[in-house]
């Protein structure tokens, strides 16, 4: 690994797609202050791009669900094992751990073991389920870089160092390029006429294998009932970068029907500039959708197992990003078995049938964005971390 005596070092882990992007921005903000900073950890290409050594590939590590974590034990334990060598003999002036909770902490414990501070970017959902982490994280983490705005109240309240950065989605190219004002998403009497003759309706499933096995056939199935009953309606399949689209083009020859679809590769924006409404996985793409105002009805499944777990476990009434910022339920969730064709499809059917109450979801999706803090999340976090070496 080639690093001077002179530079200082940091070491960034992002188990998850998302988080690689994420920690990639931060480190292009961190070397805009330090050129001579030194960087490694675990990531993915994006990380790889932006300048950092990478130890252990993020993607051997990325799992959903309580049940499916037992399948990628055997790559966990290596990737665990990479990490804390790697901190015990380079160690590094800063870690940096990028969301991916239950594999980050470990980490974290090992590097207030050997006083090595701790920033944590992008906070594992505590307030939502779980809440006893946050005795963890008080004992393990010097600061927590937060994207959503009630959880730096949320970690203050716990005597944990916290501060509020914006969500780094606001820092991408096309959030940056597009005027999200509520007055470029009014909707007058024109939209109200293309609601009623015409529809697009986006299909978002996911952007891992398993999301997308589960949740395709039921978004296609309630394509199938919707095409039955209105007619000029068409769909376009987003097919996440992360995502095998061969998976994708066999769910739909699978699944076949009355409706015909289109697969989108060129990024979700190209999905929701076209779309009246999306059907989407509970993730950070719903966030995404919000941003850009478009309605939406969120679904869910996992393994039962993992379902009732996680249920037990929950402590809010929503799920969906989107919901739980605005304190209430903007949009229909539809989870487990209730995310079926019949039930999706009578809700979207609903929907599309509702102007007045199309622009007031949209009305309400777009006043989120006013409260994520605008873009430079990045630079933000850079300055926490410098901070932190100092």
């Known amino acids: 690994m080639s690093r001077s005596l002179e530079q200082q070092c940091i070491m960034i882990i992002a188990g998850e797609a998302s988080g690689d992007l994420h920690g990639s921005h931060l480190v292009k903000a961190m070397r805009k202050k330090d050129q001579s900073l030194f960087f490694c950890g675990i990531g993915g290409q994006a990380l790889k791009d932006a300048g950092t050594k990478i130890l252990f590939d993020a993607s051997r590590l990325a799992v959903v669900g309580i049940t499916e974590v037992f399948s990628k034990i055997p790559d966990l334990l290596k990737g665990m094992t990479t990490a804390k060598r790697v901190l015990k003999t380079l160690r590094p002036d800063l870690l940096i751990l990028i969301d991916f909770p239950d594999f980050n902490f470990h980490i974290a414990a090992v590097a207030k073991k050997i006083g090595i501070p701790v920033l944590y970017y992008i906070s594992p959902q505590v307030w ?10 008080k004992k393990l983490v010097d600061h927590m870089a937060v994207i959503l705005p009630f959880e730096e109240d949320y970690y203050k309240a716990h005597k944990i160092p916290a501060t509020f950065v914006g969500h780094p989605l606001l820092d991408t190219d096309f959030f940056r390029s597009k005027n999200f004002s509520h007055a470029c998403f009014s909707v007058d009497k024109a939209l109200e006429k293309k609601v009623k003759d015409f529809n697009v309706i986006g299909l978002l499933p996911g952007s891992r294998d398993k999301e997308i096995s589960r949740h395709l056939p039921e978004m296609i199935g309630a394509a199938h009932v919707l095409s039955k009953r209105k007619k000029n309606i068409k769909f376009i399949i987003s097919v996440a970068p992360s995502a095998e689209r061969s998976l994708v083009e066999g769910v739909v020859k699978r699944c076949q029907g009355p409706a015909a679809f289109e697969l989108e590769s060129g990024g979700v924006d190209k999905v929701l500039e076209r779309c009246d409404l999306v059907i989407a996985a509970s993730g950070t793409v719903t966030l995404e959708a919000g941003i850009f105002g478009t309605p939406m009805i969120i679904v869910y499944k996992m ?15 929503n799920v969906g990003l989107v919901n739980l910022i605005a304190g209430e339920e903007i949009v229909p969730e539809l989870l487990q078995g209730d995310a079926n064709p019949e039930k999706i499809a009578d809700k979207v059917f609903g929907m599309l049938n509702d102007p007045a109450g199309l622009e007031e979801i949209r009305n309400k999706l ?22 932190m070496l100092l």
Not at 128 to 137: H, M, Q, V
Not at 303 to 317: C, D, F, N, T
């Open 303 to 317: 393994s039962p197992v993992s379902y009732w777990l996680g249920r037990a476990m929950i402590e809010v009434k």
């Open 366 to 387: 777009l006043g989120i964005r006013d409260v994520l803090g605008g873009s430079g999340a990045s630079e933000r976090v850079a300055e926490i971390a410098i901070s």
């Open 128 to 137: 939502a389920w779980r809440s006893g982490r946050s005795k963890k994280i």
